[in-house]
């Protein structure tokens, strides 16, 4: 019986996108949670009246959008850029990712700080020292430590931009400088004729390619009768 031979065993797939080429996309998940955060509430102050204030990151940490909107634009501008700009891009990201975890660290340490607009809204009360003396307790949600996290990574990915810039696979030139290169001969147009020649021989009923061949000479894309 016809040995069969044996059939190679399938190996661990290779991933053909190396994970320097996917980097670009950890900001925008970055801050696609960022902005999640910001729309959560953060701080619960109890106050002495027994009212309850809810704070959400629009109030405790107002400057969290616009970072978060600036890591979400970095996605488009790292698909464009060169190595060098990547670089750029990468430090700029680590340093929105430091501002990030500033405003989350802010509002973890001084949460009545943080809630001070929302408590004068509803009481009337203006100034940190009269603020603070309305408070009776505060309670922090998550979120706060997610916008940290976020903050901490989105430092740590930038950092891995800039020193991983290299690796990435070249962008594609398609919308770069147009490439000029040289006509073959056979699609240049006979000596001494232009198109306006090539028009007024079509309005007479001429083929505009008999002009210049010497009568016998076989048309082109024809061959010639070797009898």
Known sequence: MPSRSPTPCAGPRSDPLPRAARLPARPGLLGAIALLAWTQPWVEVRLLDGRTVTVAGDIAAPALPALALAMLALVAALALAGRVFRIILGLLLSLLGAAIATSAALAL???????????????????????AALVAGTAMTPWPGVALVVGVLGVLVGILIAALSGRWPQRTRRYDAVRLEAA?????????????????????????????RMPGDPRPGTQSDPS
Do not use: H, K, N
């Open 109 to 131: 340490a001084q949460p009545v700080t943080a809630a001070a607009p929302a408590i004068t809204e509803l009481t009337g009360i203006e100034g940190p020292d009269s603020v």
């Open 184 to 212: 073959d001969a056979s699609d240049a147009p006979a000596a001494g004729r232009d198109r306006f020649d090539d028009w007024d021989a079509l309005s007479d009923g001429r083929d505009p390619t008999d002009q210049g």
